[in-house]
């Protein structure tokens, strides 16, 4: 039987991983198992003078720019947060300013955003 790995030596191989292939291992796990990464969300208890609005509950992730040497970074990401072909999200980044996501929960669109600005891109959710 094979040794098994320690979390340690999981972690050293995630590490190692780039954005599209954390990606297509997230996408194997959920399928594999039947789970969702999503983060949950808590439903908060209904207020007695009725609900607070807390903010948009959907909002837009917007590409301002791309820095000319983050380029290929920046397209390898928008692939791996929309699911698009490469060609397609090279012209998507091509096209900047544009809309990456819409319609999307605000967690999401931080996320993706700190993803972005890590490879270059000047970002704004709206």
């Known amino acids: 039987m094979a040794e098994k790995l320690t979390n340690e030596q999981i972690i050293d191989t995630l590490k ?16 594999t198992f039947g ?17 607070v609005a807390k ?5 837009s992730l917007f ?3 791309v820095g000319g040497a983050s380029k290929v970074a920046v397209i390898k990401a928008v692939q791996a947060i ?3 072909g490469l060609m397609d999200a090279k012209k998507l980044v091509d096209g900047a300013p544009v809309a990456i996501k819409e319609k999307i929960s605000p967690v999401e669109a931080e996320a993706h955003k700190k993803t ?4 270059g ?4 959710i709206k």
């Open 16 to 31: 190692q991983l780039t954005v599209v292939e954390l990606n297509e291992l997230v996408k194997l796990v959920e399928e």
């Open 35 to 51: 789970v969702s990464a999503a983060a949950p969300v808590a439903a908060a208890p209904a207020e007695e003078e009725g609900p």
């Open 55 to 59: 903010g948009p509950t959907e909002v």
């Open 63 to 65: 590409l301002k720019s």
């Open 82 to 84: 929309t699911g698009l």
């Open 116 to 119: 972005l600005a890590e490879t």
């Open 121 to 124: 891109a000047e970002v704004e």
